[in-house]
């Protein structure tokens, strides 16, 4: 199950499909669009290129699209919305990282087949390339292909009150043979360059490209040949690309850009289609050798699983300046901004399998730190604040209007109250540490970041002198129905827990690295007495729940909100609204968005027992509405943790083809990356049982679907990588070295080789 398949050309599904079959590198991405139709969103985006321009807020741009290949029969040009056709399919080779279209056209009784193959290479980041196969299948005769780049593409296809332009052209070139467009950013000043050429041969491997014409169409690039075919005889068109930014070569120069992106340009031709290709092949081969996860009895499952883990795989980054957005780099929804998605959702998929991708991660982070300083400074606390949306400088860019469920206007607050990103952020710092044990990380970047969070949460909270208790006040939690409220308990416990790990941090370093703390010291402004009162402020924070009361209350007052009984679910099983509800007054329901006080159990699940786990997963799930693709894959881990087995199938399966089956119905505007790390730990630390306790030690307790017979994943846990395969009655665990684990709570030591523990 290694194929997303589409067998029927149908126009109005064009977007959603163009999502499904982006092809991406963590530097740049194509979405799958179809080169013979006019039906699409083009989209070309290259990761940490931003912009604001006119838009309200910064954005990634949507830079010009190399991917233009035209075919014209009798001076028709074929295209897929009227041409007549009589062969279709395409579909996405996730096991080899291509995307393969087959087509027969129908001009005047001539039948012409097209077959594609298109990647973006991940040896080479900077390159990408289509192979065409063409094949007159009932006749001889000339056709003429053309290569062009369309340098009009914009942002907002699908907000046009909002459609802008990103950049402009600085530089159209005929690079005799090939194209190159230059652009430069309108605010940011990012230069790039994107090139093309193309080479055709026929059977006997000679040149097939004559005749050729460059135009230049507005200030759109074109070359067209002129290609004489025989009967049942196939001519193979190579398009070889590349594309560099000033960001890559640390100039503004759009000379030295352009001079980059031929050279790459020259040696991807020097090198071949079909060496690149393999390079890039065996790149994929290798990293599906550490991420995969094979699931026997679900094929569904089966396809789901891989498709989610290759396309978050696209996004991972080699380079630590950026991080991965939302909705990945397969579109703009949100701007292209990155949320706390990436570390509570994404980053534990990339931390188990790809380690090296989630140290990257974090050190976005730390690249935009004075951002995040800067933030905080403006909203009048100490130490650092990290945006809610990020893009490339840690300053905030949360969009400040919006539109609510019925389409009105409304003023967007997350930007302004959704704190807990800052403590998201410090959970993910901690997890890293305790599984890689990378100590240099931490001593160089992580406590540095530790302790800006510590001391930004000190100057939050809010001392309220009659209760002898500190407050936080007016926030928004992961529930984002309810704005404006008090000490909502996963932001109170996370900066609590995060306010502790600054201290315990704090003396490792001091420990560990004398200098590097007398200097953290001196740069950060702390004092031990500084510091030390944090243990005092995180003790006292308040956590709104009764003593002795399982069931927590989300925020302060929550509990007396109305209740709202949810009666209706839409096809895809997720909850229909209420009838008679006022979509404008949700916040005066306990209706949620998404799980706040189970995220927070899921976040920090050694803080809670079984019977919390249960209580509160019972009470929430009943209440929760599911308006975020992030909310199924964690009912699906806590329903497995509580006994809630068949919900638990359900509400994976949801997270599973989130954009495969569109339910939540805007998949057309990229993919839903962190829906993809939850399929990841629905999988590993929900069937699979996997959980890092505190004293840092993984635990299994797996659960397996009745139609599962067993799942087999890969875990990298303190440098060594082990091999796991969870059957109905036994684990099995092959470890290159001897380790400490727990089975269902009860601590064992791994021998070196197979490990069976039954369950």
């Not at 933030?375 to 919006?402: I, R």
């Not at 006080?597 to 209440?623: A, G, Q, S, T």
Request: charged share 25%.
């Amino acid at each position: 199950m290694w194929t997303v398949t589409r067998n029927e050309y149908t126009s109005e599904k064009n977007l959603v499909y163009e999502t499904l079959f982006t092809l991406a590198n963590g530097y740049m991405s194509l979405r799958g669009r179809e080169e013979f139709s006019n039906v699409t969103m083009k989209g070309t985006y290259v990761a940490g290129i931003f912009d604001k321009h006119l838009a309200q807020v910064t954005e990634l741009v949507n830079l010009p699209d190399p991917l233009g290949f035209r075919i014209y029969v009798d001076n028709e040009e074929i295209n897929l919305d009227y041409t007549s056709l009589s062969k279709y399919q395409r579909f996405l080779d996730m096991r080899n990282g291509t995307l393969n279209s087959t087509y027969e056209f129908i001009v005047n009784d001539k039948r012409l087949l097209v077959e594609s193959q298109r990647f973006v290479s991940r040896k080479n980041v900077h390159r990408f390339g289509v192979r065409y196969k063409i094949t007159p299948v009932n006749f001889s005769g000339k056709i003429i292909v053309e290569n062009c780049i369309d340098a009009t593409t914009f942002n907002g296809y699908l907000d046009p009150l909002n459609k802008i332009q990103h950049y402009h052209i600085i530089g159209i070139n005929d690079l005799r043979p090939g194209l190159g467009v230059t652009v430069e950013t309108h605010d940011r000043g990012h230069v790039i360059s994107i090139v093309t050429s193309i080479t055709g041969k026929d059977k006997n491997g000679e040149n097939a490209l004559r005749y050729r014409k460059y135009r230049e169409i507005g200030q759109n690039p074109q070359e067209n040949y002129t290609i004489f075919l025989t009967k049942e005889e196939t001519v193979v068109i190579e398009k070889y690309g590349a594309i560099f930014t000033s960001k890559d070569i640390q100039s503004t120069n759009d000379n030295d850009v352009l001079f980059r992106a031929k050279c790459e340009l020259d040696n991807f031709i020097s090198t071949g289609f079909e060496k690149e290709l393999e390079a890039h092949i065996k790149h994929m081969e290798n990293i599906w050798n550490r991420m995969d996860i094979q699931i026997d009895g679900d094929e569904i499952a089966q396809l789901g699983i891989r498709f989610n883990l290759f396309h978050l795989y696209s996004c991972a980054p080699d380079d630590p300046r950026v991080s991965i957005g939302a909705r990945g780099i397969h579109g703009e929804g949100y701007k292209g901004h990155v949320f706390w998605d990436t570390e509570i959702f994404m980053f534990p998929f990339f931390l188990y399998t790809l380690p090296e991708y989630a140290k990257n991660l974090l050190l976005y982070r730390y690249n935009t730190l004075d951002g995040a300083r800067r933030n905080a400074q403006m909203n009048g606390y100490k130490g650092a604040q990290f945006p809610w949306e990020s893009a490339d400088d840690g300053l905030e860019v949360t969009p400040k209007w919006g539109e609510d469920y019925l389409g009105n206007p409304v003023r967007i607050w997350t930007g302004d109250e959704e704190y807990h990103i800052n403590s998201d952020i410090a959970v993910a710092l901690v997890h890293y540490h305790s599984v890689t044990a990378d100590d240099e990380f931490m001593v160089n970047y992580g406590v540095e970041m530790l302790l800006e969070t510590g001391k930004f949460w000190a100057s939050r909270l809010e001392y309220n002198e009659k209760e002898d208790r500190y407050e936080i006040r007016r926030v928004i939690g992961p529930d984002e129905f309810h704005e404006h409220v008090d000490n909502n308990v996963y932001t109170n416990y996370l900066a609590k827990w995060n306010m502790l790990k600054a201290v315990e941090y704090y003396d490792w370093i001091c420990e560990k690295e004398p200098l590097k703390y007398e200097k953290l010291k001196t740069l950060l402004g702390l004092t031990d007495e500084m510091v030390r009162s944090w243990l005092e402020m995180a003790n006292k924070i308040y956590i709104p729940r009764e003593k002795g009361e399982k069931l927590i209350e989300q925020f302060e007052g929550y509990f007396q909100l109305k209740e709202v009984e949810i009666t209706e679910w839409d096809e895809n099983g997720l909850p229909k609204w209420p009838k008679g509800l006022d979509l404008t007054k949700l916040n005066e329901t306990k209706l949620i968005k998404q799980p706040d006080v189970v995220m927070l159990m899921l976040v920090l699940p050694e803080e809670f027992d079984y019977e919390e786990m249960k209580i509160n997963y019972e009470y929430y799930e009943k209440r929760t509405m599911h308006k975020s693709s992030l909310s199924p894959s964690m009912y699906s881990i806590m329903g497995l943790k509580v006994g809630d087995n068949h919900n638990a199938y359900k509400y994976f399966m949801k997270t599973l083809l989130v954009d495969l089956e569109d339910n939540q119905g805007n998949t057309n505007n990229g993919f839903h990356a962190a829906s993809a790390g939850g399929a990841w730990q629905c999988v590993v630390n929900g069937f699979g049982g996997m959980t890092l306790e505190s004293d840092k030690l993984l635990n299994f307790s797996p659960w397996l679907p009745e139609n599962w017979r067993s799942v087999s994943f890969k875990v990298s846990y303190k440098g060594h990588i082990l091999d796991i395969t969870v059957e109905k009655d036994r684990i099995k665990i092959t470890s290159p070295a001897e380790l400490e684990i727990k089975i269902k709570g009860e601590k064992s030591r791994l021998k070196n080789g197979e490990n069976i523990f039954e369950i």
